[in-house]
Structure formats: structure tokens, C-alpha cells
């Protein structure tokens, strides 16, 4: 998932006269959340670089930006996209950084509906690294370009020195082309619409998570890493009217769905019953106190759907490789604008808050 | 600059039976020269990077890649292209990472013609890097992107424990539309071309080395760090057939003039004392032993003209304020094909081969 900002972008102020905010949760330096993708990174874009930059584009954008390039009747509308990927390590039950970063750029693009074409790959070599792990990585993304059908059409590799990186990082960026009339975005979230997840989540950060610190939780849990974009296809052959699409990264659905609500003055209701959470991941939950909304996707969407369109659209996911576990967990509502609840199995009911950080750094 | 590999493709291999080959240069693992834009980098780009990712427009890439997006008379030319910046130290006399980071995608892209619209921008931040730092960093960038009329339209944030960084790195990837008429790249530098350089060469590596080694070279050097593209669309409103058009970063002048005289199977012929190489780099080179011509540069061009227009682009570049210095250094020949040549101040000639590595690791 690439930055985001909730809907309260910043007042237009001269960047020239811009300092260093009041130090943002009371920290003057980078701490390990600013990468978490919660409430610290939301507060770092809003603060530092949406200002920074000067322009709304930044302030308003969700996974990746929607651009028109030119004008009149055809102008082409562009999604584009980048993330960095320093996950730790650097394989992992079910992928790697490779596969992962061009199918977190893939999905990204996806998420505005549009069709990725064209990705670029940048690395950030540590001196020291063998080759044949730069090349192993290099084939896993090669191989997940063509299973995503776009074409990895620029590159660039930086070498720092040895114990200034960590075997290396990978940027990956993309472009993709909207198809005319889709318009998904998270503003469009509506009181009525249906919230839909495409499978079982949390699958992703508890496999880097087993074998980053040697846990193991009864079998072994492999990440759920794909491109959604031929799922996302699908869904708009039923509609184009998706309201919202939005892949669960980092902060999970917890994030997705509190970015949504904020995003769009509307309130989410969950079914805690209805998420599916695998039961390796719930166990491992359990025995590390996490949330298993906050647990990081890599393979995942959650769609809202206008109500009339939901049975065709989930019928329409199951039909689809990536969609097979597709199931509703909640709905849009016009009460509690802007908050996330969620009903427990016992009948009660709790907020669900935008993570502060990330329960696992270095997940993606 | 991007990465760019020789025209020598590799031959279609599947990549699911690849292995890594022998050793690059005898090395089997990473070493500093594989980021230095010189042989060391073509030979991964080639044999690494092109054959994984399948494709051969990586193979054939120049500073940024041109794609086609749809079909028919329609159809957009887009530029695309993606830097890594790791230059250290982060702020040095004349700029700094932000604005570097900024020019440099900029310019990749004005390198292909195009008019630069968007860019995208990732950071790695290391735990523990003041937020000042990062506001800083980000300011520049807002201020070189206004100054180079792009858009900062999307963008990511990850953060890496402390002791797996160095403050921060940050990858540009941007967008560029390219004018109709235009076609520049490396294949089409042809016998008769006046090479011209768009000003004094060296400035940047040598700014960058004298803060980072405490030297000094009696007077300061600062880096001549600056957008390209208003300089470039000034050149194409003389004449759309510029044949060539590259920004000499990583390598300097002589991994360029290599890169082109390779691509198209021409020679290239320098007149040493053509060359402007301003006295504190000519003082810093001869102090330390390195060769001026593979200094890096952060805003200059050279180009390949054809010779019935050159004196009317030169013309137009020195009036351009990033042009001002422009000036005429040799020529494109038909002898020695693919090699570089340039002739001394004492009559001699010796030929300029493309630096296995950089002189200067992490200058940009």
C-alpha cells in the first residue's frame, strides 16, 4: 500500500515558511511506525510531505494517484503507483521481496481499477550480497510480471556499503490505464454499500512473522502474495460501479477499512463472525496478542458495493482464482461517520481504531 | 541515469532455466562498482536484471523507457523512468538528495524529449533520522519539482531499523509525455553529428567528494544539480531531430559517449581541450588521479545533433539559462565503431573506455 492521507489535507500553507511541525506523537526522530501505515505514516504525509510538496494531489490520493495526461476527448486516465519493499528476510513461506513488490505495485494500480501495463524496478544493493540472491529475486519478480501481464520497462541499481542496507531493497513503480466510466475511490464509500473481502486475511504477516522469529503455529502458514488486478477485472465486467477497492497491507483491514471511513464521512460495520481468519492465524493471534485486523495482506482486496450489485459482483469473485474465498463481512452506514465498529461474537460491540503503527515492521 | 545495458542483448534464454552465471568480473557477490554506472552495472542490468525480467525493452532502454499505451492514432508516447538516490553525505554545497532526486528523474525523462509531468516519490527512512532531516529533504524536493513544473503525485515511506540505513534513500520514478516528431535515443547517433555538451562537467562529483573527504580545491565547488527539460524543449523548438540526448551522471562523459557510440555502432571523437572541465575540478583530478571526463554531472546534457543544425541549437542552448556554457566537443565519425577517441592537447589521441566502476561511489 503506498502512502496515504485521510481526507483532511492540510491548509494551503506557503512551504517556503514550513518547519518542523511540533514533533509529531511527541517523536523528533523516525521511528519503526512512521513505516506501519498507520496513524504515524498518515501523520508524516499529511505533515511533512503533503506540505512539503505543495500540491493536493498527495493529500487526496489512496493507493496510487489517478492522472490525466492532455486534454479533450482523449486523454487517457493513468494510474501510478510506487512502493519501496524492504521486507526482512528476504524469502518467505509462499514469495519473496521480488514477487512481493510486483505484486503490491500490480495491486495498487488495481485498486483504482485500472488495467496495470508498465512496471519500473529500482534497487538498493548492500556490498556483499551474493549475486545469485540478487538473481533469484530478479527471476521471482520476471516471473510475477508475466503471471500479472505487465512489462518491467526500467530499472535502476544503487550499491551502498556494507552495513548500510540489509541484502537490498527493491522500489518498484507502475502504470496502468482506468478504463472510462470507473471511478473507485475511497470518497465514494456510501451508506448501503456492501464491504466485501476477496479471502481469508492475516495469512502474509504471520507467515514473515514464523520464520522471521523461528515461531511456528501447527502448520505452516504461507503468504497469501498475488495480483488482483484479472480479479478487479472481473468484478467490473458485473459493474463499474465498484465504489471502493482497497488491498489490506500494512495496518490490514483495521487500516483499509478506517482510511475508507474517514475518507468517505461514512461509518463500517463489521461481523467479526464473518471475517475470515484462518485458524493458524487466529492461533497465532492468540498466542502474540495481535489483532488479527491489523495483520498485513499481500493478496487481498476489500471492495465496497452498491447493495443492488453485491450478489453478482461476489458471485462473480468466487468465480475467479483469487476470489474463491470471497465472502461479505459488513456493511457501509450513516451512523458513527468515520469510525469502524465491529459486532462481537458475544453480541457486544467495539471500535476499531486506525493502528498507530505496525504490529510487524518490515512486513512488505 | 538509469540503468542502461550495450546493445549486445542477451540471447533469448528462458529465464526459468537460469542460474547465475560466471561470476561477474570474477565477483560473485555485490560489489560497489555494480552501482557505478559503468561496466560492472551494464553486466548486471544485461545479465542479470534483462534476462530475469523476460523482456527486451530493458535490454534496449536508455535513460528512460518510451511506451506506447493503447493503439491507434491516439495513442500516447510516454516516457518512463526510475533512480535510486543513496548520495552521501545527504546535503552537500548546491543541493541536496531532494532536489537531486528530483532532477535526476527529471532529466532522465527529458533525456528520451519528453516533457516531464509527474513524478512519484519512495522513501527508506533509517530509525532514528530527525524528522527535521526528513522535512528538509522533502522541502527540496517540493521546490525543484515546482521549479521543474512537475507534480509530486504519489508516493510511500518505509522505515528501517537503525544500523540497516543511512538516513534516508529515496527512489523518483516519473512520467513524460513525448512531443510528436520526436525520436532520441542512443541508435541514432550517425556520422556527421556534432556533439555538443551543455556546460562545464565535473561540478557535481567533485561538490559531492570535497564535503564527504573534508577535501579542499581552493575555491568551493558546488553541484551543478538543475532541471534539463526547459533546456531541452528550447533545443527542440530549433529542430525536432536531436538524434541523442543523455545526461552524463554516473560514469561522467566517458560511460555516456560509450553507451552511445555502442548503441549505435558509431565512433566518437573528442577534442580534449574542447572539453570545458572548470580549474577546481581540473585541480581536485590531478590531485587525486582521476579523469575528468568520468566525473559525475547532475545537470548537464550531451547531445548528438545533426551538423546542419547544430550552430542554430547551439544558439538556442545558450540562451537557456541551463545552456549557457554550451559548447561544441567533438564529433560522431564512421572509423572505430562502438569506441571512443579523443585527442589530446599534445597531438596525440587515446581512447575513453567505459570505467569498469565509478571513481565516487554513492554521488547520487
Known amino acids: 500500500m503506498a502512502d496515504t492521507a485521510t481526507p483532511t489535507s492540510p491548509a494551503p500553507v506557503d512551504p517556503a515558511s514550513w518547519t518542523c511541525p511540533a514533533p509529531l506523537h511527541d517523536q523528533p526522530v523516525v521511528v519503526m511506525g512512521h513505516g506501519g501505515g498507520g496513524a504515524l505514516s498518515a501523520e508524516l504525509v499529511e505533515q511533512v510531505f503533503a506540505l512539503a510538496y505543495g500540491n493536493a494531489t498527495l493529500a487526496a490520493l489512496t493507493d496510487s494517484a489517478v492522472l490525466h495526461l492532455g486534454s479533450g476527448p482523449g486523454t487517457a486516465r493513468l494510474a501510478f503507483s510506487t512502493d519501496s519493499y524492504v521486507v526482512r528476510p528476504l524469502f518467505f513461506p509462499g514469495g519473496c521481496i521480488g514477487d512481493l513488490a510486483v505484486n503490491g505495485t500490480v495491486n495498487d494500480l488495481a485498486m483504482s481499477g485500472a488495467r496495470p501495463a508498465f512496471l519500473s524496478a529500482a534497487f538498493v544493493l548492500e556490498e556483499g550480497v551474493e549475486l545469485e540472491v540478487v538473481g533469484r529475486v530478479a527471476r521471482a519478480m520476471g516471473a510475477a510480471a508475466r503471471a500479472a501481464d505487465v512489462v518491467v520497462a526500467t530499472g535502476d541499481t544503487k550499491v551502498v556499503e556494507k552495513g548500510h542496507g540489509d541484502g537490498l531493497y527493491v522500489t518498484t513503480s507502475g502504470i496502468g490505464v482506468v478504463p472510462d466510466g470507473v471511478d473507485i475511490r475511497p470518497q ?22 514464523s520464520v522471521r522469529e523461528g515461531l511456528e503455529f501447527g502448520v505452516e502458514v504461507t503468504s497469501d502474495t498475488a495480483p488482483l488486478a484479472g480479479l478487479v477485472a472481473a468484478m467490473l465486467a458485473v459493474t463499474p460501479d465498484v465504489h471502493v477497492l482497497r488491498d489490506p497491507t500494512r495496518g490490514g483491514l483495521a487500516a483499509a477499512l478506517n482510511e475508507i471511513a474517514r475518507a468517505s464521512g461514512t461509518g463500517v460495520r463489521l461481523a467479526e463472525r464473518a471475517v475470515p481468519v484462518p485458524e493458524p492465524v487466529a492461533n497465532a493471534c492468540g498466542f502474540l496478542g495481535l489483532d488479527p485486523l491489523c495483520i498485513a495482506n499481500e493478496g487481498r482486496l476489500v471492495a465496497f458495493v452498491p447493495r443492488a450489485a453485491a450478489d453478482a459482483v461476489l458471485e462473480a469473485m468466487r468465480a475467479h482464482p483469487q476470489g474463491t474465498g470471497a465472502t461479505v463481512i459488513g456493511e457501509c452506514v450513516a451512523e458513527h461517520p468515520g469510525t469502524v465498529v465491529v459486532s462481537t461474537a458475544l453480541g457486544g460491540t467495539r471500535v476499531v481504531d486506525l493502528p498507530l503503527g505496525e504490529q510487524l515492521p518490515r512486513i512488505c
Chains 1, 2 share one sequence.
Do not use: E, F, Q
Not at 188 to 207: K, M, N, Q, T, W
Open 188 to 209: 465514494r464509500a456510501a451508506p448501503g454499500d456492501v464491504v466485501i473481502v476477496s479471502g481469508p486475511v492475516g495469512l502474509h504477516g504471520v507467515a514473515v512473522m
